[in-house]
């Protein structure tokens, strides 16, 4: 499995900006279908977005619009970039892993690598 690490959390007030990263270590991301998942206070974890190895994305209807999905294959890694950022965004925000995988694969067990988690945190 691909061991991922998430970065680029914190503290932003509503209507502001962040980029999280996700490096990925142990083997190659070119065929993996890299993802975002997030995790607000006490509710289940929930899917934000998804890039395939064509580049193809995915977003869930609540982030359309405002993040963008990325990676670089030849640094391993992807960067998700969060504007115009509201309050109910605030979550632990998760990347995750899935060789060969749909693109439109929205559950958790579609996912075999996780990271850690990164703290995002939007204040009114």
């Known amino acids: 499995q691909v061991q991922l690490v998430e970065s680029g959390g914190g503290l932003v007030q509503a209507g502001g900006s962040l980029r999280l990263s996700c490096a990925a270590s142990?083997?190659?991301?070119?065929?993996?279908?890299m993802a975002w998942f997030r995790q607000p206070p006490g509710k289940e974890r929930e899917f934000v977005a998804a890039i395939n190895w064509r580049s193809s994305t995915y977003y869930a209807d609540s982030v359309k619009g405002r993040f963008t999905l990325s990676r670089d294959n030849a640094k391993n890694t992807i960067s998700l970039e969060m504007n115009i950022l509201k309050p109910e965004d605030t979550a632990v925000y998760y990347c995750?892993?899935?060789?060969?995988?749909?693109?439109?694969?929205?559950?958790?067990?579609?996912?075999?690598?996780w990271g850690r988690g990164t703290q995002v945190t939007v204040s009114s």
């Open positions: 142990g083997r190659t991301i070119t065929p993996y279908t």
């Open positions: 995750a892993a899935n060789q060969w995988g749909a693109v439109q694969a929205t559950g958790v067990s579609g996912y075999e690598s």
